[in-house]
């Protein structure tokens, strides 16, 4: 079993940055790639990042790419999301995933979820 608890959510003006932290427990930390989704209101949750178990390869929705970094320290058990030049799109309540999927976009194959944070950006 794996709990994830997300931090680092709040208000933002737009340009602005944030950093999201997702911390796992247990001991297999390490060998999940970790997903970051989020979901904006009346839409679907959506992909946003997901980096590979040994942080070799990362991977990024295009709406972000270039803007949002994701990381992990599996010494802490934490992936982390840097968030730059946010814009109002950006919106959403952001949720953390720990699976082993082939195919890092895909949510279903993510077994573990957090509760999510709430990121705002105004305009």
């Known amino acids: 079993q794996v709990q994830l608890v997300e931090s680092g959510g709040g208000l933002v003006q737009a340009g602005g940055s944030l950093r999201l932290s997702c911390v796992a427990s247990?001991?297999?930390?390490?060998?999940?790639?970790m997903g970051w989704f989020r979901q904006a209101p009346g839409k679907e949750r959506e992909f946003v990042a997901a980096?590979?178990?040994?942080?070799?390869?990362?991977y990024y929705a295009d709406s972000v790419k270039g803007r949002f970094t994701i990381s992990r320290d599996n010494t802490k058990n934490t992936v982390y999301l840097q968030m730059s030049s946010l814009k109002a799109e950006d919106t959403a309540v952001y949720y953390c995933?720990?699976?082993?999927?082939?195919?890092?976009?895909?949510?279903?194959?993510?077994?573990?979820w957090g509760q999510g944070t709430q990121v705002t950006v105004s305009s």
């Open positions: 980096i590979r178990s040994n942080g070799g390869s990362t």
């Open positions: 995933a720990a699976g082993q999927p082939r195919h890092v976009e895909l949510q279903t194959a993510y077994g573990y």
């Open positions: 247990g001991r297999t930390f390490s060998i999940y790639v």
